[in-house]
Nanobody, 124 residues
Framework: QVRLVESGGGLVQTGGSLRLSCTAS????????MGWFRQAPGKEREEVSC????????YYASSVNGRFTISRDNAKNTLYLQLSSLKPEDTAIYYC?????????????????WGQGTQVTVSS
């Protein structure tokens, strides 16, 4: 059974930082592209970032490029998202996503598994 468990969300002021983590089990983590998506109230879920299985390539939405950094530790089956210079419009539920056994980030990312999400709230 595949499980993706996010942590690290919370309430932060504008300009602040957070680090999200996603611990995976039950999938071939080291051979899978991983990503982060977010969904704000009343909006569709959108891709934030994707990283290839070997960390060779990372992709970012234009709205977060330069402020967010995706990374992974294959030895720990863990995906990270460092959020910096946060803005109120970054407020959303952030979801971890996996493309099981697919090493590259397809455009758009094809997701096989989702985490349950973690809330990020940025106050103005």
């Amino acid at each position: 059974q595949v499980r993706l468990v996010e942590s690290g969300g919370g309430l932060v002021q504008t300009g602040g930082s957070l680090r999200l983590s996603c611990t995976a089990s039950g999938l071939t983590f080291g051979a899978s592209a991983m990503g982060w998506f977010r969904q704000a109230p009343g909006k569709e879920r959108e891709e934030v970032s994707c990283i290839t299985s070997s960390s060779g390539l990372a992709y970012y939405a234009s709205s977060v490029n330069g402020r967010f950094t995706i990374s992974r530790d294959n030895a720990k089956n863990t995906l990270y998202l460092q959020l910096s210079s946060l803005k109120p419009e970054d407020t959303a539920i952030y979801y971890c996503a996996a493309a099981n056994a697919v090493p590259y980030c397809s455009r758009p990312m094809v997701v096989n598994y989702w985490g349950q999400g973690t809330q990020v709230t940025v106050s103005s």
